[in-house]
């Protein structure tokens, strides 16, 4: 039986419509995650398409749910279902995921390896394609994140494979690590809080990682308006990690531009590819011109 007074996982999901998508969801949570001791809290963020009647209307125990007087954005709605969590074990998710069986154990077993883990990850299709997503975020020649694997109909097999960050949109990590950082950075609004996160937890010496034997399925931002502040939220993380996040991307961009074209190479720019293969054969490093001028064009862009 659950101890609903002292729950081990407390799951927060901020929901701002997308009805369709929670009401799926939510069963998936419940019936996949059975075998834990948990609590589900679901934070409102102001949504107007009958989500918050069918919110209210969950008539399980283990499900708190909160709303949001106004519209509010991702960090915010994070951080207030967080100051509500009483488990041990944040896990942080997104309304519009499929959860499937056996996700989460492999995830809980990364503490049990003597690593000093900041934020985990897993592998997320996405629900359209079943291509695989995310396995793990990286850095291009810009210094923003992108990720690993997208596009990719496969990836080797790993238990746990380290990167420099990892998704929210399904991520565990210690309530007390989370309040220790501050939680999510609330300069973001619905974009890159995930990654100030993690590398703020790589510079406490911390390590992510992406659990490989979970896989689940994404609809990829469904939600209204998740993309409409991109150009702000990149010039903050820019401006925040710039450098750091170049040095990785000069690193892990030039084979992850490869794989993500390969079944579609008419989407290939001829510059990048070239700088691409250059990088790959050891015959360039540093900044290039392109992404420079790119970078500029975005840190000078008004907002």
Not at 64 to 78: F, M, P, Q, R
Not at 197 to 203: A, D
């Amino acid at each position: 039986m659950p101890n609903l007074d002292s729950p081990d996982i407390s799951f927060v999901v901020p929901v701002h419509n997308r009805l369709d998508c929670t009401e799926t969801f939510v069963p998936s949570l419940l019936q996949t995650a059975n075998s834990q001791n948990f609590e589900l809290i679901l934070v409102n963020d102001k949504s107007e398409d009958g989500t918050r009647e069918f919110l209210d209307g969950l008539e399980d125990p283990r499900i708190k749910v909160l709303h949001n007087e106004s519209w509010s954005g991702y960090a915010i709605s994070v951080n207030r279902g967080v100051q509500q969590s009483r488990g041990n074990i944040l896990g942080l998710l997104n309304n519009d995921l499929h959860l499937t069986d056996g996700w989460l154990e492999p995830m809980l077993e990364c503490y049990q390896e003597r690593l000093k883990v900041g934020a985990i990850g897993n592998i997320q299709r996405n629900i359209k394609t079943k291509r695989i997503d995310h396995a793990g975020i990286i850095f291009d020649l810009l210094g923003l994140p992108d990720h690993y694997g997208k596009n990719y109909p496969f990836i080797f097999p790993f238990d746990y494979k380290e990167f420099p960050a990892v998704t929210a949109a399904c991520m565990l990590i210690k309530r007390d690590l989370f309040n220790n950082m501050k939680g999510f950075d609330e300069g973001y609004l619905n974009g890159c809080e995930d990654v100030d996160l993690c590398l703020r937890l790589s510079e406490n010496g911390y390590r992510n990682f992406v659990a490989g034997r979970s896989q689940i399925y994404h609809h990829v931002s469904a939600s209204p308006g998740r993309r409409d502040n991109d150009t702000r939220n990149n010039q903050k993380l820019l401006m925040t990690w710039g450098k750091p996040m170049q040095r990785h991307g000069q690193k892990d961009w030039p084979f992850q531009y490869l794989m993500r074209y390969w079944k579609t190479p008419w989407l290939y720019n001829g510059t990048k590819l070239l700088d691409a293969i250059f990088r790959i054969l050891r015959l360039k490093s540093g900044d290039s011109q392109w992404a420079k001028e790119k970078r500029n064009r975005i840190l000078n862009t008004p907002v």
